[in-house]
């Protein structure tokens, strides 16, 4: 498959010419959480053909941005990950996400798919990390099927698929009320309220939780 270039000596369109084809952010995206095998990809990227899912990981690492690697013990088997280069690639999309927040989101469409795990990387683009100056604690999360936890150390994040060993606070909810939550203008604090979601663990990591996120106020894209 030929690459496309815009043929600008622009540093935009030479980041363009490298991510800008179609499927390829998104693949950047999955793999900023962490390596993913061949297979994690497929699941995540429904609609994505295993040809062109081939042929866009083999650009991302012709182009120096995805390698290959063997997972660790247990697992052992091939994976992809991002090199520097893709990671640095990690601020540009946590600022689509909240560009996308504020004003692409709205309503969800019948045909599109929808991952709790992406609320990994949502859960960094909304942090506030003033309201988490002082706090160290371990949050998980288990939405449906999914699990993924956040490690706050006073005023930074580390947000992961999988649950944590020994976390602080642990908060369950199903696909729908996440949902709500995170789209549909429903806080936290309502939803364990109604009995829509539970909450378990240190009463004070519990009491800060509520002040650690904050999703943009949508906006009309409208012109007035």
Known sequence: MEQ?????????????????????????????????????????????????????????EREGLVHKITLPPPARTPAYALTEAGQELGPAVLSLARWGMKWAMGERRETETFHPGWAVLGLRACFEAKAAAGLRAVYEFRVGDEVFHARIDDGTIEALHGPAQHPDATVAMSEEVFLGVTAQG?????????????????????????GLFRLPSPRSRSAG
């Open 4 to 60: 496309r270039t815009y043929n600008q000596y622009c540093a935009t369109a030479r980041t363009l010419d490298l991510v800008g084809e179609r499927w390829t952010l998104l693949l950047i995206r999955e793999l900023l959480t962490g390596p993913k095998r061949y297979g994690d990809l497929q699941t995540s990227l429904r609609g994505l053909g295993t040809g062109l899912l081939a042929a866009r990981l083999k650009h991302l």
């Open 186 to 210: 429903q806080t936290l604090a309502e939803a364990i309220a109604a009995g829509a979601a539970t909450a378990s663990g240190d009463t004070e990591a519990l009491r800060r939780l509520n």
